[in-house]
């Protein structure tokens, strides 16, 4: 069991690489599904994963038939697991915590699921100094899918007793470039979120600072947005890979150039090969390569289970260097 380890987000913090992903028994969005994460010095050797986020029911808990821009959804049947989702991964905090996160959304229907605006919220614990993780805590709740602090199964952030997760907490919610990777999942119209042009979908957010100050956020389907003012607000556009699909990462590298890599598709539905394009000024890009060319079979079918090299990440910025 337990064959499908998806969405895997990295950072280094402590002298060590952390990966946290998404754990289904055989197919993404799959019930049962929860959150996994490990650690690796080199990043070759890793230790064996342990749970992060795991499955809870929702005992009896009927959402409102109606909410968020008049969409409908499906009652959630009583009992039934939630499953994991994640945009966002890791947070190394101003005052030196590292926070894990994973949003609990509901497991798909025609009209449900983790990544639409609908579950219950989205989950906070803190890796400690020995690599254990510290309890588990809710740091934003899904007020528009009927959600409050007193029904979640976790407390709120706020009651934990060590005053430095609650001040890493709080420098999370006010870092609006890092919040803007909840935006799928959350979707809430109460503010939080900056103004998005209804034809833009930011998903699976990935960014990189700029020499010129101004920060690249990249979204899957193309979208690209520029940000001066730390996510506050953002001038949207469309940037011009061909044939795009699934998730672009975009790194400032360590050498002073920039990096996308994406799956340049020759069908536009095809995740493969796995391309890389670089630059010198984070706006243009030439000197496109394969890195990895080749399909392999797929091991476990399933939905959702697209063939090829896909969603590949780096670490975003103020989550460590290596």
């Known amino acids: 069991g337990w064959t499908y380890n998806h969405a895997p987000m990295l950072a280094h913090w402590q002298g060590r690489f952390w990966v946290e992903a998404v754990s289904n028994l055989k197919e993404e969005h799959g019930v049962p599904g929860r959150t996994i994460f490990l650690s690796s010095t080199d990043g070759y050797d890793w230790t064996r994963p342990s749970v992060a986020f795991p499955v809870i029911p929702l005992p009896g808990f009927q959402p409102p038939p109606e909410y968020y821009d008049g969409r409908m959804i499906d009652p959630v049947p009583a009992g039934l697991p939630t499953i994991m989702h994640q945009r966002m991964g890791w947070y190394v905090a101003p005052n030196g915590r590292l926070l894990m996160l994973g949003f609990y959304g509901y497991a798909p229907t025609p009209r449900t699921g983790p990544n639409r605006g609908q579950g219950l919220g989205r989950a906070v614990r803190e890796i400690l100094p020995d690599g254990s993780a510290g309890p588990i805590h809710v740091i934003r709740v ?152 080749e399909v392999p079979p797929m091991r476990y079918q399933g939905i959702h289970k697209n063939h090829g090299p896909q969603y590949i990440r780096g670490i975003i910025p103020g989550n460590g260097e290596a």
């Open 142 to 293: 899904n007020r528009e899918a009927g959600w409050t602090e007193t029904d979640l199964p976790f407390p709120f952030y706020q009651a934990h007793p060590d005053p430095e997760f609650v001040e890493a907490c709080d420098a999370l919610l006010a870092d609006r470039v890092m919040t803007m990777q909840w935006w799928e999942e959350d979707r809430a119209s109460d503010g939080f979120f900056p103004e998005i042009p209804e034809a833009i979908q930011p998903k699976a957010l990935s960014f990189y600072d700029r020499a010129d100050g101004q920060t690249v956020g990249l979204w899957k389907g193309g979208f690209a947005g520029l940000t001066a003012d730390n996510g506050q607000t953002w001038q949207w556009g469309q940037h011009n890979i061909p044939e795009i699909n699934s998730k672009v990462w975009g790194q400032h590298l360590s050498d002073g150039t920039y990096a996308l890599v994406y799956n340049h598709s020759a069908s536009g539905r095809s995740r493969y090969p796995l391309s890389i394009v670089t630059g010198t000024d984070g706006k243009s890009f030439d000197h496109l390569l394969a890195v990895h060319p």
